[in-house]
């Protein structure tokens, strides 16, 4: 478990978001959440929901059976009767008074557990702790509910704008299509798949509104969704390269040229450190990942072993001898570039590890 769960982003993280990163990061334990003064707990194996004997009330579930008109009181009634004189548990009189087959009892608990999580999506300013567990789980009733689908169902609910406004990013935030996950991984809707194809080339959130045809409301929510399953993300703080009016002289180009090597080079040792060998194979894949994108001087470019890289001559000095244009190409290239690369840091590393990183490269080489 990374240190986020026990940093101030994650009190306040929206709910919905905790679970993406339980989920993401595969981890097992419960997830203590006090929301209007009512605590509830969630379970999880390996990244799925579970619902077990720590996270399990029945008298919530007899009362969830209750108001969502399941049962009626003179049915409870009985079966509480039941137990009593049996000493057995409430599920086992369920079942024994005829009240559901076994069959049905197990799919409403299921739709209980998934109902107790969905519940939550909408919390602000929730008390929450996470404790990870290491050993087995304990009694099991449902086991593997899948976090991606109560993501996807969260988001598809959500009509409060303030709940909304919590998971998106601001405005003027520029929001990118990830490559995280495949979306066949995923029962996206027609709606959520055409929202992220608006977002190559990357957006901000105003402009994706503006230029969606799916409505304000159904964007928003679709947009929600992609976030949380990581299939979008914001582009977060990245360096520049260069700022709006650099110099674009032939001296001008080699110092920012240096200085973008430097910077890559100050990544993959940042990477290094921390994954060892497997670092270079997640820059370059990183780098595989945007180089359509590219300036053609950076589209065959070579990834050197410190993690720096090197243009063939030729397009070199073609881009020495072309025009501002080209130059400025150039300078949104590795911008992409950077921006790639601080993403595999968040996301191999975690938020902590990229803000800190970018604050160390905004310090590298930068003239004041």
């Given at each position: ?7 101030e ?27 209007g003064?009512?605590?509830k ?24 059976l ?5 049962t ?36 409403l ?13 909408a ?47 601001a ?40 230029e969606?045809?799916a ?15 990581g ?12 700022r ?12 920012i ?19 060892g ?16 994108r ?16 090197e243009?063939?001559?030729l ?26 690369e ?16 970018v ?10």
């Amino acid at each position: 478990m990374d240190d986020w769960f026990a940093s101030e982003e994650f009190a306040r993280a929206p709910v919905a978001r905790v679970l993406a990163e339980i989920w993401r990061q595969g981890l097992s334990g419960s997830l203590y959440v006090r929301a209007g003064g009512v605590p509830k707990c969630l379970s999880f194996e390996r990244g799925s929901l579970v619902l077990d004997s720590v996270s399990f009330e029945e008298k919530d579930f007899l009362r969830y059976l209750l108001t969502t008109g399941r049962t009626d009181l003179i049915a409870l009634t009985r079966v509480e009767d039941d137990a009593q004189k049996t000493g057995g548990s409430t599920l086992r009189s369920l079942v024994e008074t005829s009240l559901f087959e076994p069959d049905r009892l197990w799919d409403l608990l299921r739709t209980y557990a998934r109902e107790e999580a969905l519940s939550l999506f909408a919390s602000a300013g929730a008390e929450r702790e996470f404790h990870t567990r290491s050993g087995p789980p304990a009694r099991v009733y449902v086991e593997a509910i899948d976090v991606p689908g109560l993501l996807l169902e969260g988001a598809r609910r959500m009509t409060d704008e303030a709940a909304l406004d919590r998971v998106l990013p601001a405005g003027g935030e520029v929001v990118r299509r990830l490559p995280a996950f495949s979306t066949d991984a995923f029962t996206l809707s027609l709606t959520e798949r055409y929202v992220l194809g608006l977002l190559d080339p990357p957006r901000t959130l105003d402009e994706i509104s503006a230029e969606s045809d799916a409505g304000a409301a159904g964007t928003r929510r679709a947009l929600c969704a992609l976030l949380l399953l990581g299939l979008a993300g914001t582009a977060g703080p990245k360096p520049k390269t260069a700022r709006l009016g650099a110099d674009l002289s032939l001296a001008g180009m080699d110092r920012i040229m240096g200085l973008f090597n430097a910077r890559c080079a100050f990544v993959f040792k940042h990477v290094s450190k921390e994954v060892g060998p497997v670092a270079f194979n997640l820059i370059e894949k990183a780098l595989d990942e945007v180089r359509g994108r590219l300036d053609p001087a950076f589209q065959s470019a070579d990834l050197k072993p410190d993690g720096r890289f090197e243009l063939k001559s030729l397009l070199r000095v073609n881009a020495n001898i072309v025009g501002d244009d080209c130059r400025r190409s150039m300078l949104r290239s590795m911008d992409e570039i950077l921006a790639a690369e601080v993403l595999v840091v968040k996301r191999t590393l975690g938020p902590d590890h990229e803000s800190a990183l970018v604050r160390s490269l905004e310090r590298l080489g930068e003239a004041p």
